[in-house]
């Protein structure tokens, strides 16, 4: 797949081949999906991101969905406001688990994104995400958890982002009330 006008962000090295596509439904989405990108950045992670429009581009939507295991990916994030077809859309196109992020939106607030991500029919599933910057950051790291399974230096170092996680918070020292 070629870098052109809907590429958004560092793309992987060739070596290595993208594990991960952080796809969303508009360039506006990126200020949200680029939280997923940093956290795919710090674990080492090979990822791509682009623009897939549900609406605007559905061939390019089947067209990614369906190659995306052939090139390589194993998971998919994507971030979609408003009407927020395009992680079940990509859902029903690939046997590869999507992760759901809701984008927040000026006229609901991101309510509209989250539901309709999370009521997908039965048999076509999407793993679904807070709304905005935390559901991006979460699907991410839920992405790093799926290649954990079969990847122990990964799974070592989401062991270790714990350990400081919980060691960061027991060292917290409040101030006297």
Known sequence: MS???DTIGEQASPVDGPLVGVIMGSRSDWETMREASAVLKQFGVPHECRVVSAHRTPEWLAEYARSA???GLAVIVAGAGGAAHLPGMVAA???LPVFGVPIQTAALGGLDSLLSIVQ????VPVGTLAIGAAGAYNAALQAI???ALTRPALAEALREFQRKRAED?????LPDA
Not at 169 to 173: G, N
Request: charged share 40%; hydrophobic share 35%.
């Open 120 to 123: 997908m029919p039965r048999g």
């Open 69 to 71: 295991e052939a090139r």
């Open 169 to 173: 918070v027991r060292s917290e020292v």
């Open 145 to 147: 958890r799926v290649l």
């Open 93 to 95: 196109e690939t046997r």
């Open 3 to 5: 870098a052109g006008p």
